[in-house]
């Protein structure tokens, strides 16, 4: 088996490393082993792979037998994977797909994600993930590991009482998270300028009492001015409110003048639990319906 640096050296030797695409390769394998093993990767599974780059990580997935789906952007990257790996891309046990993974379909098998990604896709990806895991039409996923910036691990987790905001409110309807080891930036090639951290996401798959996509709304409506009370800022419609089936603007009007005098409107974002926004959103949508 190549080992992680000799792959990344054979990338290097072949391009340089492009920073517009966030390319950091992690080049322990020890690292690698354990990314693996965290994601409890076994030979049944599915895996699908964003940003393999050299295909270190690839390499060690493909080692437990499972079937692998990498997407890469990087036309340099795929050429050289399409080499190193021949023959497991001959034997069907890898498919590389070239092109953009946040705009291209995927398989409709995954079982497990497992990557290290460019830091700078993190949110959108995980939107995708939770499309595609909530898509009916798709095996739903078992979990999600991925390598992350720490901070960003920690505002998804919400760690601490400051990192509490949308983006781990929203990821807590679908998601249970928690956060693995940490990985300092020695171990990169070339070395990013933050710590880094392994990420995990298990699906719950609990259902709310109202409709996801107003709860997912509602949080961020009222996290874009996480200082000001939910009385300031639900007192206008949210931007994409017409995505939703049965919302519009005079629709949310109705219902918020109808609780303009709830006390839960005079509290900040931060003070609520998930719970209590999925109280607000059927409250929220029941009194629109009795007005």
């Known amino acids: 088996m190549n080992n992680a640096r000799r792959l990344v050296d054979a990338l290097r030797a072949k391009q340089p ?30 895996v699908l792979e964003v940003g393999p780059g050299p295909g270190v990580l690839t390499e060690v997935l493909l080692a437990t037998g499972c079937k692998v789906t990498a997407i890469e952007l990087d036309s340099g990257a795929c050429k050289h994977l399409r080499s190193v790996f021949a023959t497991e891309l001959e034997e069907g046990r890898l498919t590389l797909l070239e092109g953009d993974a946040l ?84 171990v990169f090639s070339p070395m990013p300028k933050v710590q880094s951290r392994l990420l995990r996401l298990t699906p719950h798959d609990e259902e709310w009492p109202c409709d996801r996509r107003l709860l997912v709304q509602m949080i961020r409506s009222a996290f874009d001015q996480r200082r000001k009370k939910l009385k300031r800022t639900l007192g206008k419609p949210p931007r994409r409110l017409s995505r939703i089936p049965g919302w519009h603007a005079t629709r949310w009007m109705r219902a918020y003048n109808a609780m303009a005098h709830d006390p839960r409107l005079q509290r900040r974002p931060e003070t609520f639990e998930l719970e209590e926004w999925a109280d607000l959103g059927v409250d929220f949508a029941s009194c629109e319906e009795e007005a």
């Open 17 to 46: 490393f492009k920073k517009a695409l966030g390319q950091h390769f992690l080049v322990n394998d020890e690292v690698l082993q354990r990314t693996v093993a965290w994601a409890e990767v076994d030979v049944e599974d599915h």
């Open 103 to 186: 705009q291209m379909a995927w398989p409709g098998d995954i079982s497990r994600l497992v990557a290290n990604i460019p830091y700078q896709i993190s949110s959108p990806l995980i939107d995708v993930i939770t499309r595609y895991h909530r898509n009916p039409k798709t095996t739903p996923l078992l979990d999600i590991v991925m390598l992350v910036q720490e901070e960003f691990a920690e505002r998804v987790v919400m760690e601490y009482e400051s990192d509490v905001g949308s983006l781990g409110m929203v990821v807590a309807l679908d998601f249970d998270a928690d956060m693995g080891e940490r990985v300092p930036p020695h």
